[in-house]
């Protein structure tokens, strides 16, 4: 489990975590999003004691990681997967840091079979492309089969054998009751990752919840509706604070009302619907409408750049 609590950096005159709280429980995959500079590099260093807060706590199973008796058997961290030393091949890299924190030669083997790098165990790490470097660095971090596991965008040049490897693995470790604190920018890869979900933006958290939560909450949800008498069916729908709309391609989607209340105000209106569907908003719409007052670094052209 980590707690964090009025956690706040300050670098100069820069706040950049300013006063946050959070917890992430066991048993789930917790998301950590937000955009460029947001945050979540310093939060999760600060949680790994790389970072001196400049106020509040941030404590991993009720300690600071400074004072866990054994950290790399509690904490297991993916920030830099260029930090291991480029002239060790993989497996004396694994060995060393097993060997300083008194992990057994068994147990190198195992997280090099579970990471895939058992085939390039002898090479030299320098000479690693940017996913196997990936993988030794989670390696590295399940060394100590740790309680709780931090990676800061482990699918970073991975290609998407490796991706899906890593949602799999992510949630096997949430099964077995981990707790997984995840950050990246993979939207797509988040959603069919994450139970749980906490966003953050210049430094303050804009939420903080499940996966389902979150989006429902940032995203408006609608109804689409087909019938063959569209404006008799526009007519009934439409009231205070009911936004009715057709699309191009004939249907109509409503806002505000539920599929049961689109339903039977039809019924009662003797209109007979082909569909009724409640349609539900996607991680990145809700990510885009959360962060959109938020974003520190955004680009000035449209995202085509063709037509600005
Ligand atoms: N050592 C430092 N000195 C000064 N400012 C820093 C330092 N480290 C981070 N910052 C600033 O703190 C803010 C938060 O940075 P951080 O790296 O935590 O964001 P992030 O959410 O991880 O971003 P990204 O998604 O780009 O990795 C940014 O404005 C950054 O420029």
């Known amino acids: 489990m980590i707690r964090v609590q009025t956690l706040t950096k300050r670098y100069g005159d820069k706040t950049a975590v300013d006063g946050i709280d959070f917890t992430v429980r066991p048993g789930k995959v917790t998301g950590f999003l937000g955009p460029n500079g947001a945050g979540k590099s310093t939060t999760m260093r600060m949680i790994v004691g790389l970072d001196q807060p400049s106020a509040g706590i941030a404590e991993v199973n009720g300690r600071a990681y400074r004072d866990l008796p ?18 060790r091949t993989a497996y004396k890299h694994l060995l060393s840091i097993a060997a300083t924190h008194g992990i057994g030669r068994a147990r ?9 790098i058992d085939a390039v165990a002898t090479r030299r790490v320098g000479g690693f492309s940017l996913g196997m470097g990936q993988r ?3 390696a590295a971090a399940l060394l100590g089969d740790p309680q709780t596991v931090i990676l800061d965008e482990p699918t970073n040049g991975l ?5 899906l490897w890593i949602r799999a693995l992510l949630r096997q470790l949430a099964a077995a009751g981990k707790t997984v604190l995840l950050s990246s920018h993979l939207m797509s890869e988040m959603a069919q990752t994450a139970d749980h979900l906490i966003v953050i933006g210049r430094g303050a958290i804009l939420a903080d919840g499940s996966m389902r939560d979150v989006i429902t909450g940032a995203t408006p949800s609608s109804v689409r509706v087909r019938t063959h008498e569209v404006e008799r069916l526009m007519a009934a729908l439409t009231a205070p604070g009911v936004t009715v709309s057709i699309r191009a391609d004939g ?3 409503v806002e505000h009302l539920s599929a ?9 209106a003797g209109i007979v619907l082909h569909e009724v569907t409640s349609v539900e908003g996607s ?9 959109a007052a938020a974003t520190e670094y955004r680009a000035t052209t449209s995202p085509s750049g063709a037509n600005s």
């Open 70 to 87: 054994a950290p790399l058997r509690e904490v297991g961290v993916l920030l830099d997967a260029r930090a291991a030393h480029r002239r």
């Open 108 to 116: 190198v083997g195992e997280v090099m079979e579970l990471t895939g």
């Open 136 to 138: 030794l660095g989670i």
């Open 159 to 163: 290609d998407p054998e490796g991706i």
């Open 251 to 253: 249907a109509i989607d």
């Open 260 to 268: 049961e209340q689109v339903a039977s105000t039809a019924a009662a």
């Open 283 to 291: 991680l990145e719409d809700a990510y885009l409408a959360l962060t």
